[in-house]
C-alpha cells in the first residue's frame, strides 16, 4: 500500500511541474472592442478582431471548423504587435467552394511575449447563398429551402424526396439518417456560383441537374421536368456515403455510386434507355473497367448513367440486395473493386462484365412471334380486295347455277 502511495505521490508532482511548464491562459484582461465576420457569397468570407490584452501580443491566429468536421483550420492574419492589435483575415472563395448552409465556427487565439495565451469566445454563422430570398419546409430530417415557387409545389417535393429514402430502403436495403437540406434554384444560372467548376468543355456540353455539396447538403435545378427523380438520385449518393463511411473506407467504383443513384430513380429514363439500346445494337458499350472511373466525354454521358443503372440492377436482380450490402460493406472496409467483387459474388471485373453483357443481350432479345400461317396474312387493303374478289366470284356462281 506504501508503494502506491509513493507512485501517486510522484504522479502528482510530475503532473504538477508539467502544468507550470505550459503557458498561462488567461481569458480575464482581454477587451474585444469588435469581433466580426461578413461574406459574399461564392466570392469572400472577411474576419476581424480589435482587442486590447494586458500584455503586448505577438502571435495571432484564427481557428475554425466547418459543419460537423472535427478539422481545426488555423490561419495567420495580418496584424502589428502591441497591446492593442487589430487582424483581420480574407478567405477567397469561388463557385461550389463552400456548400450552403456550411455552419462556420471560429474563434481567435493570442500569444503574449511571455507566453500568455488569450482566446476569445467562440462565434457561429451559418454561410447562406444571401443573394435569395429562402423559404423552407421541413419534415423529419429533410429541410427544402426554395425562393420561387408555390409552398404546395416544394410541399410535393418533400415528399417526394422522403418517398426516395424509402424506396431505397425497401429495394435496396440503405438506410439513410439525416439530417438533409435540400437547396432548389430557379435558374442554371443562380445555381452556377452554388457548385463547383468541372471543365469548361464538360460545363458547356452539359447540364448540371443535382449535386451534392457537403454530407448533409444537396442542390438541384428547379427547372428540370423530372426535379423528382433529380431529388432521388443526389439523396442516394448521400445516404450511400453516410452509411458506408468509415475511417479505412475506399472509394466506390463510379458505376456502382451513380448507378445506386439511377436505381433510386425508379425506372431508367427514356433517353437512356435509348442510348443503352443503340449501344447494345452497334457493339458500342463501355466497359465495366471504364465504368469505374470517369467518363469525361459528353456525349458518352447518357450512355455511362444508363449502363451504371443497368450493373446495378443485374446484381440486385440476380444476386439479391442482401449481397450488394456486403458489397458495399467490403469499400467500407478499405477493399478494393477486385477483391470486393471476389469476396462477395466470386467474380473478377471481366468476368462481370461478360455475364452482365449476357444479362443485357437476353433483355433485348425480343420475344417470340405467335405462329402465322404461311401464306401472308393480307393488309387492311387486301382485305377489302379479297372481300371483293370473293362476292364477285360469289355472283358468278349463281349466274352459272340460274343458267
Not at 511571455?114 to 447562406?128: A, H, L, N, V
Not at 469499400?331 to 471485373?349: D, I, M, R, W
Not at 405462329?371 to 380486295?385: D, E, H, K, N, R
Request: hydrophobic share 40%; glycine share 6%; charged share 25%.
Amino acid at each position: 500500500m506504501s508503494r502506491w502511495k509513493s507512485w501517486i505521490k510522484w504522479a502528482w508532482i510530475l503532473l504538477f511541474v508539467f502544468l507550470l511548464t505550459l503557458p498561462a491562459l488567461a481569458q480575464e484582461g482581454l477587451k474585444v472592442e469588435a469581433n466580426e465576420y461578413s461574406y459574399e457569397f461564392a466570392k469572400s468570407i472577411n474576419f476581424r478582431l480589435v482587442a486590447e490584452a494586458p500584455k503586448p501580443i505577438s502571435r495571432v491566429f484564427l481557428l475554425y471548423t466547418l459543419s460537423q468536421s472535427s478539422v481545426v483550420h488555423k490561419q495567420t492574419p495580418q496584424f502589428t504587435p502591441g497591446t492593442r492589435i487589430e487582424a483581420s483575415w480574407k478567405w477567397e472563395l469561388g463557385r461550389g467552394a463552400l456548400a450552403p448552409g456550411t455552419l462556420i465556427k471560429y474563434y481567435w487565439r493570442l500569444e503574449a511575449q511571455d507566453g500568455t495565451i488569450f482566446k476569445t469566445e467562440p462565434i457561429s454563422f451559418r454561410y447562406e447563398d444571401n443573394r435569395f430570398k429562402w423559404r423552407s419546409l421541413q419534415s423529419g430530417f429533410i429541410t427544402l429551402y426554395w425562393y420561387k415557387g408555390t409552398e404546395d409545389s416544394a410541399r410535393n417535393l418533400l415528399e417526394a424526396a422522403q418517398k426516395a429514402l424509402e424506396r431505397l430502403k425497401e429495394d435496396v436495403g440503405i438506410e439513410f439518417q439525416g439530417p438533409v437540406n435540400i437547396y432548389v434554384y430557379a435558374s442554371r444560372g443562380d445555381m452556377r456560383e452554388a457548385i463547383p467548376p468541372r471543365s469548361q468543355t464538360f460545363d458547356e456540353a452539359t447540364v448540371t441537374l443535382g449535386m451534392v455539396l457537403s454530407e448533409d447538403t444537396v442542390v438541384v435545378l428547379g427547372t428540370d421536368p423530372n426535379l423528382d427523380k433529380t431529388i432521388a438520385h443526389e439523396l442516394s449518393h448521400l445516404a450511400v456515403g453516410k452509411a458506408f463511411e468509415s475511417p479505412l473506407s475506399s472509394p466506390l467504383p463510379r458505376w456502382l455510386d451513380e448507378g445506386l443513384a439511377m436505381y433510386a430513380e425508379g425506372e431508367l429514363p427514356p433517353r437512356n434507355a435509348l442510348a443503352l439500346e443503340e449501344a447494345i445494337r452497334e457493339g458500342k458499350l463501355i466497359s465495366v473497367r471504364s465504368l469505374s472511373g470517369y467518363v469525361g466525354e459528353p456525349e458518352k454521358v447518357d450512355l455511362f448513367y444508363a449502363e451504371a443503372y443497368s450493373l446495378v440492377e443485374f446484381l440486385l436482380k440476380e444476386y439479391g440486395k442482401e449481397k450488394m450490402l456486403e458489397f458495399l460493406s467490403e469499400f467500407a472496409n478499405g477493399s478494393t473493386q477486385e477483391e470486393a467483387l471476389e469476396k462477395v459474388y466470386g467474380l473478377t471485373l471481366d468476368e462481370l462484365d461478360a455475364k452482365w453483357r449476357n444479362y443485357l443481350m437476353q433483355k433485348s432479345t425480343p420475344a417470340p412471334r405467335p405462329f402465322t400461317p404461311p401464306f401472308p396474312c393480307p393488309s387492311s387493303l387486301g382485305l377489302v380486295a379479297a372481300g371483293a374478289l370473293g362476292t364477285w366470284l360469289l355472283q358468278q356462281k349463281r349466274k352459272e347455277s340460274k343458267g
